[in-house]
């Protein structure tokens, strides 16, 4: 089955013989739940209840073009089966309803209407002190689980290299960054043709594809962290895997930084996490500046409020980050 809005009749047949509509439940509203960059992600709701629906295809949904594998929305199944039985994390994200693996599709709970935090970097949307708290607290407590069996996630890891560690430093990759910021193209060349920086982030990027010890969300930033009626949610598992937990807290640290973020706040976050458990300090500032640099020069482009100056000044700085760890 293939998810497609509007609804049609093989669709609605499909929902009533997987047992997620009652012979006589009403459908309300059918239609698309958000952005949806890797998956097809669609809300039903009937008279009763909300659901959402999420379908992986054999490519990004947000560029049809790059092939991405079809189990990764299993990853997420098996990421919230595991965070649902800790009694912190299991409020931040939706219950699997159904698991269909024929249509590589699963059902959840609607967590409700609501916004991620994209909109900070254009400070649209405020990230609150308590939020970036509760965050840090939610990660420690995610690398902490004691994990055993979670699937590699090989196939995915290797996406998410290719953009992360490849991609953004390859001098003539395809994509004109003037189209997002006249200057850009120039700007980057600096970066892209420095062979000491681009040996740091390839050996920095063959030890994220080695298996850690940690559970880690994957994909910790502003578009992954929703809020609605009930407060904060974390959402979108699909790049879940088995690392350094420096990854997931890098990422979460360039984000802040991108959007500007009081130094003094980052700081705070550091000590939060470095209260409970060991930071690698010199690996933290590598995979934060690894992933301030793809976000600045890479495919996946962020809506940052940023001149040209600003990106260059940040660019530098995810440099030394890097380099001078």
């Given at each position: 089955m293939i998810l497609q809005i509007p609804l049609n009749p093989l669709q609605e047949k499909y929902l009533r013989k997987s047992g997620l509509l009652q012979p006589d439940e009403k459908i309300l509203e059918y239609g698309k739940a958000g952005d949806g960059n890797m998956n097809v992600v669609v809300r039903l709701?009937?008279?009763?209840?909300?659901?959402?629906?999420?379908?992986?295809?054999?490519?990004?949904?947000?560029?049809?073009t790059i092939p991405a594998?079809?189990?990764?929305?299993?990853?997420?199944?098996?990421?919230?089966?595991?965070?649902?039985?800790?009694?912190?994390?299991?409020?931040?994200?939706?219950?699997?309803?159904?698991?269909?693996?024929?249509?590589?599709?699963?059902?959840?709970?609607?967590?409700?209407?609501?916004?991620?935090?994209?909109?900070?970097?254009?400070?649209?949307i405020d990230l609150s002190l308590n939020e970036i708290h509760t965050l840090v607290d939610y990660l420690f407590s995610l690398h902490q689980l004691e994990i055993h069996n979670f699937p590699d996630n090989t196939e995915m890891k290797k996406l998410n290299h290719e953009h992360i560690f490849f991609y953004p430093f390859m001098e003539f990759n395809g994509f004109d960054l003037d189209s997002i910021q006249p200057g850009l193209q120039a700007m980057?060349?600096?970066?892209?043709?420095?062979?000491?920086?681009?040996?740091?982030?390839?050996?920095?990027?063959?030890r994220y594809l080695e298996k850690g010890k940690h559970l880690l969300h994957g994909d910790f930033y502003p578009g992954s962290w929703i809020r609605v009626?009930?407060?904060?949610?974390?959402?979108?598992?699909?790049?879940?895997?088995?690392?350094?937990?420096?990854?997931?807290?890098?990422?979460?640290?360039?984000?802040?930084k991108m959007a500007k973020t009081n130094p003094e706040i980052i700081n705070t976050?550091?000590?939060?996490?470095?209260?409970?458990?060991?930071?690698?300090?010199?690996?933290?500032?590598?995979?934060?500046?690894?992933?301030?640099?793809?976000?600045?020069?890479?495919?996946?482009?962020?809506?940052?409020?940023?001149?040209?100056?600003?990106?260059s000044e940040m660019a530098e700085e995810a440099r030394n980050l890097i380099l001078k760890p």
């Open positions: 709701k009937t008279e009763n209840r909300s659901i959402i629906l999420k379908q992986s295809r054999p490519y990004v949904n947000k560029y049809p594998p079809l189990g990764r929305i299993f990853i997420e199944d098996d990421y919230y089966q595991i965070i649902n039985s800790h009694d912190f994390l299991s409020g931040f994200s939706p219950k699997i309803i159904l698991r269909d693996n024929k249509s590589h599709l699963v059902a959840m709970d609607d967590l409700g209407i609501g916004a991620d935090f994209i909109g900070i970097y254009s400070k649209k980057s060349m600096k970066f892209k043709t420095d062979l000491k920086l681009k040996n740091a982030v390839k050996a920095l990027g063959k009626d009930s407060g904060l949610k974390i959402i979108d598992p699909e790049f879940a895997f088995m690392g350094d937990g420096e990854f997931d807290l890098g990422v979460f640290i360039a984000h802040l976050i550091k000590n939060q996490y470095a209260s409970k458990s060991i930071i690698d300090q010199k690996l933290l500032n590598k995979y934060t500046g690894t992933e301030m640099l793809r976000r600045l020069i890479g495919l996946a482009q962020l809506p940052l409020s940023l001149t040209l100056e600003e990106k």
